[in-house]
């Protein structure tokens, strides 16, 4: 059984599947470097040079193609939820599971790594997508953690332990 983190930017899915795959001794894949080998540049620039709908079929080839993978850990791009194909595929034989944060968490985690675009303010930029992208996730989701005030070995910790419950 594969495990899939989904969630919002800065959330810890890279940095908690990358723990959790070492510690449970699973495969590590990052659907946005799949995507960036397929198209020899990353998310933003395929999307910029395409189209953001271009971008989104590749991301769901991608996931239609990992999807038949077992015993890894998928560390996804946010936008993974925002197509149904793509976690009907990711349930076939995968864990779902979300991270998630208070967005005030999210919005410190994110200064640390990203420019918040021109005009329009960071936190309202922020909070607006934020709301969307959180229901697509929790109606995909199989368990949900909230990663504001846990460290990424606590959250790991969390969902080995949801994952024996359900092999059990």
Known sequence: MNITLIGFRGTGKTTIARILAQKLGKKLISTDDEIAKKMKMNAASFAKKHSLDKLRELESDVIEYVSDFDECVFDTGS?????NENIINLKKNSLIV????????????LKKNRTPSGTINFFDEIKGAFYEHEARCKRAADYAIDTSRLNPEEACD?????LLMEMQ
């Open 79 to 83: 936008s993974i939820v925002m197509r």
């Open 98 to 109: 979300m991270l998630t944060a208070d967005i005030s968490t999210i919005k410190n985690r």
């Open 158 to 162: 969390l969902i080995a332990h949801y």
